[in-house]
């Protein structure tokens, strides 16, 4: 069964920093693009990183979040991270990880999500 567990989340000062992880289980993880999308209050779901499938492989990022974000995967414990550096309140959302695109690992689907506050 296809899981999705994001976790690492929490509040934090403006500034400061917050390593998220995403467990995968119940799939080959290590043939797909996984990345990190948010979603605040009201507003929809946005990819925020992304890597391409090997460990070490190419990544991509949001405008809003280049220079301060760092994904990174290790296909050995099958679990894709976020480094989340120089926090801004409007980095505030719920994240989750998934392929890219979304729904290759099992249509629809979602993890429950990490919670990230940023607020002084």
């Known amino acids: 069964q296809v899981q999705l567990v994001e976790s690492g989340g929490g509040l934090v000062q403006p500034g400061g920093s917050l390593r998220l992880s995403c467990a995968v289980s119940?799939?080959?993880?290590?043939?797909?693009?996984m990345g990190w999308y948010r979603q605040a209050p009201g507003k929809q779901r946005e990819l925020v990183a992304h890597i391409t499938s090997a460990s070490g492989g190419a990544t991509d990022y949001a405008d809003s979040v280049k220079g301060r974000f760092t994904i990174s995967r290790d296909n050995d414990k099958n679990t894709v991270y976020l480094q989340m550096n120089s926090l801004k309140p409007e980095d505030t959302a719920a994240y989750y990880c998934?392929?890219?695109?979304?729904?290759?690992?099992?249509?629809?689907?979602w993890g429950q999500g990490t919670q990230v506050t940023v607020s002084s």
């Open positions: 998934n392929t890219v695109p979304a729904g290759r690992l099992k249509y629809d689907y």
């Open positions: 119940g799939s080959i993880f290590s043939i797909y693009a």
